[in-house]
């Protein structure tokens, strides 16, 4: 029976490494494959002079949707459509038949179901400069999410926040539904 028990435990100790091990190559292949992009480079006037600054700071795309669905960026008010760019400090609503899947750019995937609402706190992704962050924000609905690259770098980066909790993440996904507080 000792010997089941130091077997079991040696393969699982081992199976683990493996994982870790496959996590860092999936990492760095992912590097290898996806090189960080020059950020695009926009003429911008501050006090007079032209200078160059980033343009575009999106950190996710939309890939499905259906129904009612909306992006609040700004105080605007977005129509939703295939590959929509997601921007931090955006707010993404989906109605009573709505639901959204987005694709954040280290492949994270973050699906919304109907009557939801999730704002986009915080996004970094630059394995390189050790800048990695994904911050979400949830106040009514359900979310289902699957980890991508910055999960498996720097769990301790990414943050899933609601209304009476945030989850913090040591594993690859997790489904949430927060209804919203009837007034009493």
Do not use: C
């Not at 939309?62 to 605007?76: C, M, Y």
């Not at 639901?99 to 995937?109: A, E």
């Amino acid at each position: 029976m000792k010997w089941v028990i130091v077997l079991f435990a040696l393969i699982f100790f081992m199976g683990t490494t493996t994982m870790a091990a496959s996590d860092r190559e999936l990492a760095r292949r992912y590097m290898e494959e996806h090189p960080a992009p020059a950020p695009a480079q926009t003429p911008a006037t501050i006090v007079g002079k032209t200078a160059l600054v980033a343009s575009d700071g999106e950190i996710a795309r939309v890939k499905t949707f259906q129904g009612s669905v909306q992006v609040e960026r700004t105080g605007k008010t977005i129509p939703v459509n295939r590959d929509e760019k997601i921007y931090k400090g955006d707010t993404l609503k989906t109605g009573a038949d709505g639901s959204m899947g987005i694709t954040f750019r280290d492949n994270t995937l973050l699906s919304l179901g109907p009557d939801s609402t999730v704002i986009m706190d915080e996004f970094l992704f630059d394995p390189a400069q050790g800048k990695l962050s994904i911050v979400t924000r949830i106040i009514k609905g359900t979310a289902a999410y699957l980890s991508g690259i910055i999960a498996k770098l720097s769990p301790q980066s990414v943050r899933f926040e609601t209304p009476v909790a945030t989850v913090g993440f040591r594993g690859t996904r997790f489904l949430v539904k927060i209804e919203e507080e009837k007034s009493r």
